[in-house]
Nanobody, 130 residues
Framework: QLQFVESGGGLVQPGGSLRLSCAASGFTLDDYTIGWFRQAPGKEREGVSCISAGVDTTYYEDSVKGRFTISRDNAKNTVYLQMNSLKPEDTAVYYC???????????????????????WGQGTQVTVSS
């Protein structure tokens, strides 16, 4: 069973930074496409950024492009989301997820972020407020 522990959330002022971590257990990340998702109060969960297995192609939702960076450290079985220039609208619970996907490497991260519908962990709260 795939299990994740998300961490790194907190309260930060607008313009600040946070780095979220997603530690996997029960499996190795190497072969999985990984995604970060978020759900703000009263809104549907959305894909923020996803990274493919192997070639590490990436996808970013438009509102986070240039501010967020997804990366993976397979040796630590962990995926990160570096979030810079945070805005109040980034406030949400952030979740990570993994799936085995095949197809064109450039398309896979977008597919993950758009269509993933599997299980979720407990998430980590990010609050951007002054």
């Amino acid at each position: 069973q795939l299990q994740f522990v998300e961490s790194g959330g907190g309260l930060v002022q607008p313009g600040g930074s946070l780095r979220l971590s997603c530690a996997a257990s029960g499996f190795t990340l190497d072969d999985y496409t990984i995604g970060w998702f978020r759900q703000a109060p009263g809104k549907e969960r959305e894909g923020v950024s996803c990274i493919s297995a192997g070639v590490d192609t990436t996808y970013y939702e438009d509102s986070v492009k240039g501010r967020f960076t997804i990366s993976r450290d397979n040796a630590k079985n962990t995926v990160y989301l570096q979030m810079n220039s945070l805005k109040p609208e980034d406030t949400a619970v952030y979740y990570c997820a993994a799936d085995l996907l095949s197809g064109a490497p450039d398309a896979i991260p977008h597919v993950m972020c758009a269509l993933y519908s599997g299980s979720w962990g407990q998430g980590t709260q990010v609050t951007v407020s002054s």
